[in-house]
């Protein structure tokens, strides 16, 4: 079992900036590829970026390139979010989660095994 809990979300203007973070427990952090997820109202949870068990290889949406970056901290089993140049598109709840360790970054929801609770993102016009 893997414990997952975000933190960082907030209400922010547009053009601002957050960081979220998603602390982990449980079973050894290094043996998970984590991603970032988002769930607006009334739609599906959407892939957002995800990062490889030792950081070296990350994936995003196109509607966040340049504008986000995931990074982890394996020594604090600690994945994080850093949000720039923020868009009332963006708003969410975000959710980090947890796959098995593999080569090929995993985008699609079945493949993550464990989940946050997720941390609501606001961005006003």
């Known amino acids: 079992q893997v414990q997952l809990v975000e933190s960082g979300g907030g209400l922010v203007q547009a053009g601002g900036s957050l960081r979220l973070s998603c602390g982990a427990s449980g079973r050894t952090f290094t043996s998970y590829n984590m991603g970032w997820f988002r769930q607006a109202p009334g739609k599906g949870r959407e892939f957002v970026a995800a990062i490889g068990w030792n950081g070296a290889r990350t994936y995003y949406i196109d509607s966040v390139k340049g504008r986000f970056t995931i990074s982890r901290d394996n020594t604090k089993n600690t994945v994080y979010l850093q949000m720039n140049s923020l868009k009332p598109e963006d708003t969410a709840v975000y959710y980090c989660?947890?796959?098995?360790?593999?080569?090929?970054?995993?985008?699609?929801?079945?493949?993550?095994?464990?989940w946050g609770q997720g941390t609501q993102v606001t961005v006003s016009s």
């Open positions: 989660a947890a796959a098995r360790q593999n080569y090929i970054l995993q985008i699609r929801v079945s493949q993550y095994d464990y």
